[in-house]
């Protein structure tokens, strides 16, 4: 069955670049989703198709896909972005997740 | 569209338990709902996907034999019969919807969750 890796953390300063990868083996030649999940919600999509923002995201997120790696970025990070990132694509008409970056701003 | 989640609760390994998901509003005419879920603190987990006219059901082979996924689209409902339940299926449940744009597809509305415990 296909696998994806993340880190499990990734910090960054208040205003500074994120970066959070997601790797899985020819992960771009499949469609990379991305999804953020705050303490007590449910995830919410930020990226789709490796660099689509759906309506509402803020520009500050932004994605990539190339090779193994799919790369979110997040730019000028504030802290209401702290939360948990999860790259996601499809394997034979399933769902597959990555293990999640937690994201911690500080 | 708003998607909720019900049935959850304690039950005691090998029982069976069915949990529900309701469509507030247009969201249950969508081609595919999925069920997805999340030991709390740890990854999704991908469960179960059903089609618009139930003719195509597909499962996690973790699930598959003891899980079963239809929906009534009269009713705006999907819903998910888990028997021979284990303590691994402890987990948070969530009901998707899938959306397709294009040649690209991702899910685009999620429940906010009903917490299923399989305990002794």
């Known amino acids: 069955s296909y696998e994806l890796t993340q880190p499990p953390s990734v910090s960054v300063s208040p205003g500074q670049t994120a970066t959070i990868t997601c790797s899985g083996e020819?992960?771009?030649?499949?469609?990379t989703n991305w999804y953020q999940q705050k303490t007590g919600q449910p995830p919410m999509v930020i990226i789709y198709e490796d660099g689509v923002r759906p309506s509402g995201i803020p520009a500050r997120f932004s994605a990539s896909s190339f090779g193994n790696t799919a790369t979110l970025t997040i730019a000028g990070t504030p802290p209401t972005d702290e939360a948990i990132y999860f790259c996601?694509?499809?394997?034979?008409?399933?769902?597959?997740f990555g293990g999640g970056t937690k994201l911690t701003v500080l | 569209g708003h998607l909720v989640e019900s049935g959850g609760g304690l039950v005691r390994p090998g029982g069976s338990l069915r949990l529900s998901c309701a469509d507030s509003g247009f969201t249950l005419t969508a081609e595919w709902m999925h069920w997805v879920r999340q030991v709390p603190g740890k990854t999704l987990v991908w469960v179960s996907r059903?089609?618009?006219?139930?003719?195509?059901?597909t499962y996690a082979d973790s699930v598959k034999g003891r899980f079963t996924i239809s929906r009534d689209n009269a009713r705006r409902t999907v819903d998910l019969q888990m028997s021979s339940l284990t303590v691994d299926d402890t987990a948070v449940y969530y009901c998707?919807?899938?959306?397709?744009?294009?040649?690209?597809?991702?899910?685009?509305?999620w429940g906010q969750g009903t917490l299923v415990t399989v305990s002794s």
């Open positions: 996601q694509v499809w394997d034979s008409s399933t769902a597959v």
């Open positions: 998707v919807r899938e959306y397709c744009s294009g040649a690209s597809c991702y899910f685009d509305l």
């Open positions: 020819r992960l771009g030649y499949r469609f």
């Open positions: 059903i089609n618009v006219d139930e003719t195509t059901r």
